[in-house]
Nanobody
């Protein structure tokens, strides 16, 4: 059973920084793309950033220049460094990964349980 476990959320003042981590565990043959999404109250879940197995990255326009996504394949972990945080970044942040559990199977998406990020003075 594959699990994604996020950590690193919390309360921070505007202009501050946080680093989110998401570790994948369980039976896995290969992890393909990994990413971070967020969902604010009353809004749809949106992509924040994602990263391929070859380290190509993609960011939402609202976070470009402020957030950085990275991954450590040896640890099956993806990170999101968030700088210059704004109140509008407040949301539950979810980790997502496309994971192939066996060589013979196609990858499917898995989600973490979410971690709350609150930006407020």
């Amino acid at each position: 059973q594959v699990q994604l476990v996020e950590s690193g959320g919390g309360l921070v003042q505007p202009g501050g920084s946080l680093r989110l981590s998401c570790a994948a565990s369980g039976r896995m043959f290969r992890i393909h793309a990994m990413g971070w999404y967020r969902q604010a109250p009353g809004k749809q879940r949106e992509l924040v950033a994602d990263i391929t197995s070859g380290d190509s990255t993609n960011y939402a326009d609202s976070v470009k220049g402020r957030f950085a996504i990275s991954r450590d394949n040896a640890l099956n972990t993806v990170y999101l460094q968030m700088n210059s945080l704004r109140p509008e970044d407040t949301a539950v942040y979810y980790c997502n990964a496309d994971i192939q559990t066996r060589r013979s199977q196609l990858p499917r998406g898995y989600w973490g349980q979410g971690t709350q990020v609150a930006v407020s003075s």
